[in-house]
């Protein structure tokens, strides 16, 4: 790296230009639809402490279909609890969809579960109830949410309108223990956009099922996010799932470490499609970097790099001096 040595120090109208571009950057995360902004959620049981989110940053566009992936115990429930407005982070920021998720009020937090995010959980019984049909379990939301102008008709026939585009109108009049599993959560998919919600999360929504029913489940996401326009965040396991996706995010230790992006490509020459898919480390605001750890362990990386800022990237070197 090179030498630098201050002469002289930056001006009084150098500093008052500098105070003023910072006051004017737009904040983080200002056009995205969800930002978690240094998200801490720490669990405290038997005085033992468990930082389960440690500062974790981030942000999803309006109409994305992203995946989370991250090792059990990472903080992906943590995080997608916090999200649908079950549980508080510790600090940080989380807003969705213009709500700030950490100072809402209990009724504030109601409206907000009922009306702005929809949630398929993995276990096929949390998303439907037994006692109901298809049909009236997605009606149901619509009704708890009361104060709306459409009428019952109208609302039986917005329940249908899903079942259909979620390929399962032959449910309509079956109870949840009349269908296969894969069909229960098809329906619960319909129940969580009844409302129309800002934003879909779902849990791990095919850990219960066969590989060829998960295909059929993740279409039904992918048909809501192209129809509908829905931005949905899914937690999986599936690694099929998860290459299905143009973006995943790893968690690693309660923080978003990795980022996958993949584009479809087409060759001109032979009009051929290719899907490109290309790894990214995470950068936080304060510039910090993640190196794999094989990246690292292979050059015998510890404790001190060496920088070197070229035209159009960074090196990154061993300390020789170490
Ligand atoms: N209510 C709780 N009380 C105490 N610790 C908790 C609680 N919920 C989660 N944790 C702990 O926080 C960490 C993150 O848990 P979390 O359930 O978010 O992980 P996960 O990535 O969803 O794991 P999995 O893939 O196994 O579901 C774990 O160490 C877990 O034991």
Known sequence: MTETTAATGPSLADLEARATARRDRPAYGHDALITCDRLV?????????????????????????????????????????????????????????????????????????????????????RNLLPYLTAAQNVALPMQLRGRTARSK??????????????EVAECRDRRPHQMSGGQQQRVAIAVALANDPAVLLADEPTGELDSHTAERIFAAFRTANEELGTTIV???????????????VAIRDGRTSTEVLRRTEVDESTGQESL?????????????????????????????????????????WPDERG
């Not at 405290?44 to 995946?67: K, N, P, S």
């Not at 950068?283 to 794999?292: E, S, V």
Request: with cysteine.
């Open 234 to 248: 899914i937690v999986t396991h599936d690694q099929a799932v998860a290459s299905e996706v143009r973006r995943t």
């Open 41 to 125: 959620r720490v669990f405290a049981t038997d005085g033992v402490e468990v930082q389960a989110l440690q500062g974790l940053d981030l942000l999803v566009r309006d109409g994305e279909l992203m995946a989370l992936v991250g090792a059990s115990g990472s903080g992906k429930s943590t995080l997608m609890n916090i999200l649908a407005g079950l549980d508080e982070p510790t600090a940080g920021a989380a807003r969705v969809a213009g709500c700030d998720l950490l100072g809402m009020g209990s009724k504030e937090r109601l409206r907000y579960r009922r009306e702005v995010v929809g949630f398929v959980w993995q276990q096929t019984a």
């Open 153 to 166: 008709r109208a609302k039986a026939e917005r329940a249908d309108r899903l079942l259909q585009m979620l």
């Open 276 to 316: 490109i898919s290309r790894e990214y480390a995470m950068l936080d605001r304060a510039g910090r970097l993640q190196l794999p750890a094989e990246y690292t362990e292979a050059l015998d990386m510890r404790d001190r790099v060496a920088l070197e800022l070229e035209k159009d990237h960074i090196g990154v």
